[in-house]
């Protein structure tokens, strides 16, 4: 029962997915699902990542979260366009809460859109919402052996953000072990170190995601 | 339908839980739900609790996890019973599970359980495990937003422990804005500042754990 329910609630979300990547390529707009748990870094990167982005590059995004507007606030310093989802305690963003977001949003002229998932290691996943691909920003002090211990969410990502680099000296992560875990999990994946907090290894990131532009 | 079956479900679970509950009282046997975010240091802050217990306070641990049985083989070289359930995927422990994982544990002459539930900081405050308690490890790495964008969850706890004090010089976390986030979310919790890393504030942990005893 439960089962089916579920099922019947994911081919409904998919069918919707596929409507927004559509529309959205249509417009030659990239969208990126931004994934990972609570307090990686996810919003700080986009901080760091906007500014940088090449002027002709505009960029929107969208926030999800549980509770609060903190994230599109933080966002809309920037100066793009940021809109915010709150899902009332739900624990993923899904396709019709990224369409009603959409509506809020010019979409004219943008290249790039960046959905901010809830934050969360698990349920997110199984949630398309019409992106043209995922990026998990998994933080160094959240340890090495995430991506075996998670392995639905490491599954589906383009890249994978290995923030908060600037800490390393101060634990005990192994960079060796993540990437172990990364080629047993997801071996296409991309691997980028950055820190949102001192900007190292944004430029990498930046030449990333111009490079995948429509 | 689908708040309908959620509902049933939930139901359904909290009548296992009190059975849970009540069976451990009788025993005389205290129960902790050990909640946090991945790689909040969950499994390490019980790595270095146990051996630090009095030694007529027996303890085991259930672990949870979406996939393999590290946290468990972790647990096990501290000397105390520990059994892992796999949740195949799932965003977090219920009663069911947990009542299978007591199962396999001799609950002889025990004082404590130390349930540790799958990291995610939103899925796991709906499901009563049968605990007396729970426990949210939070990282400083998580930033001190964490309350007010999880409400939840923070909402439920009766320890918060601020886990990885050691990275606070590296980080922009405050811990006054961590304090009044909880006074606002949850005033009653207890809030302990630890490293599982170096052990600090361990000692003060073991004293909370240690005057909840039945």
Redesign the interface.
């Known amino acids: 029962?439960?089962v089916n329910?579920m099922t019947d609630?994911l081919k409904a979300n998919d069918l919707l997915a596929r409507d927004i990547r559509e529309m959205l390529s249509s417009r030659r707009i990239v969208s990126w699902n931004i994934m990972g748990?609570?307090?990686?870094g996810k919003t700080s990167v986009l901080e760091r990542l906007i500014p940088m982005l090449p002027a002709e590059v505009k960029a929107a995004v969208v926030e999800g979260?549980?509770?609060?507007s903190?994230d599109a606030e933080r966002i809309a310093k920037t100066g793009v366009q940021s809109t915010q989802i709150n899902t009332k305690?739900g624990?993923h963003l899904d396709a019709a809460m990224v369409r009603s977001a959409l509506e809020k949003i010019d979409l004219d002229g943008l290249r790039l859109i960046f959905i901010e998932n809830?934050?969360?290691?698990?349920?997110p996943a199984e949630f398309a919402l019409g992106e043209t691909g995922r990026i998990i920003v998994s933080?160094i002090?959240?340890?090495d052996?995430?991506p075996?211990?998670?392995?639905?969410m490491f599954r589906t990502a383009q890249l994978v953000l290995l923030n908060?680099i600037?800490?390393l000296a101060?634990?005990?992560f192994k960079i060796e072990s993540f990437i172990s875990g990364m080629k047993r999990i997801n071996p296409k994946a991309d691997i980028l170190q950055v820190s949102a907090?001192n900007g190292s290894g944004m430029p990498e990131l930046v030449k990333w995601i111009v490079n995948r532009l429509l």
Chains 1, 2 share one sequence.
Do not use: F
């Open positions: 029962m439960k329910v609630i748990s609570p307090g990686s979260d549980l509770a609060t903190r305690g624990c809830v934050g969360n290691l698990v349920c933080s002090a959240e340890g052996d995430k075996d211990k998670y392995p639905s908060k600037d800490l101060q634990t005990d907090r």
